[in-house]
């Protein structure tokens, strides 16, 4: 077993990483090594100088801001386990700084965009039926693709509307089920999975392949991407996430629940859903508002369109007129 590999068997037991940051860490890992060797030195006798040149490389390469980031973090790692092993005296890579990571919005569908995407699923076949209960549930739970392909049998119980979701640092959290999706697992469960399971290869993934066998995330992916160019759409499987926890803020959740849900280790992650919702708010204080009124908009034309945007940020629960209603009753101009 080399370095890297022993590195990333640390990984996984003492820090609990999941198993796509481990092959991520241990991926940088080894570059980094390879570079070390090429300078004829071993990791154990990186300097300052040599983590800081390395870094370099990896920007004058075209490495994005996010890429630099992690790849920091993994060399930050790589030298605990080092000093810990007792490979190493000191973690040079602890002075590297990292570089300023822009925040990225994310990007969510609106909801009859969910609704499209999901009807694009043929459910009258088992693997169309299999598309439309996974993602149905990714969105109903804001699942990751590869927590929703780690879903078992064991884990999932339709009847109490509730799944057991291991998520990054083998962390477990309880997600509620939402009707719709409850609904569309108990039909993949009793008509689409028994038509994709195969004698004498039992199998206790939730979802299955047409060969029987746990779906990959790359099927997932894939799956995606071709029900999205049905419905006219663009995203990730992802997408469905974001949209779940934007959708989520919009409606009135708060931001801990939804850092709950979500399976965040921290609140910070989670606070970027906050500025999708806070644009819309924006855009309906800039409506509502009296220096925000266009020439030739009257009052009750402003009110309505922002009762629209409004409504349509909660997903359908409520009509526009209703918004309308609440602005007059709290003192608005209808």
């Known amino acids: 077993m080399d370095l890297a590999e022993r590195f990333g068997d640390w990984l996984a037991a003492s820090q609990g990483l999941a198993p796509g940051t481990v092959a991520a860490y241990t991926a940088d890992a080894r570059a980094f090594i390879s570079f070390m060797e090429t300078a004829g030195k071993s990791p154990a006798e990186a300097a300052i100088g040599d983590v800081a040149a390395w870094a370099a490389v990896r920007q004058l390469g075209g490495a994005e801001a996010r890429t630099l980031a992690k790849a920091n973090s993994a060399l930050r790692s790589l030298f605990r386990f080092l000093v810990d092993e007792g490979l190493a005296g000191t973690n040079p890579a602890r002075l590297l700084e990292s570089p300023r990571v822009p925040m990225r919005i994310p990007r969510c569908l609106a909801p009859d965009e969910v609704d499209r995407l999901l009807a694009s699923c043929d459910s009258a076949d088992p693997v169309g039926l299999r598309d439309a209960a996974l993602f149905e549930l990714v969105y109903s739970c804001g699942l990751r693709a590869s927590e929703a392909v780690d879903l078992t049998l064991e884990r999932v119980s339709p009847a109490e509307g509730i799944v057991r979701v291991m998520g990054k640092g ?165």
Request: aromatic letters at 4%; hydrophobic letters at 40%; glycine letters at 10%.
């Open 170 to 334: 083998s962390r477990e959290r309880l997600v509620p089920v939402g009707d719709r999706a409850k609904a569309m697992l108990a039909r993949y469960l009793a008509e689409a999975r028994p038509s994709l399971a195969r004698a004498g290869r039992p199998c206790d993934a939730l979802f299955l392949g047409r060969l029987g066998r746990k779906l990959s995330r790359k099927t997932v992916w894939r799956a995606f991407k071709r029900l999205a160019a049905l419905a006219g759409l663009e995203g990730t499987v992802h997408t469905l996430r974001h949209s779940f926890a934007t959708h989520l803020l919009s409606g009135g959740a708060d931001l801990r629940s939804v850092q709950e849900l979500l399976g965040h280790a921290d609140i910070s992650t989670t606070q970027i859903y906050t500025h999708v919702s806070q644009d819309a708010l924006r855009r309906v204080h800039n409506t509502l508002h009296p220096r925000g009124f266009r020439p030739g908009d009257g009052a009750t034309g402003t009110v309505a369109s922002a009762a629209a945007v409004v409504a349509g940020q909660q997903g359908g629960a409520r009509t526009a007129a209703a918004v309308v209603a609440d602005v007059a009753a709290a003192g608005g101009r209808p």
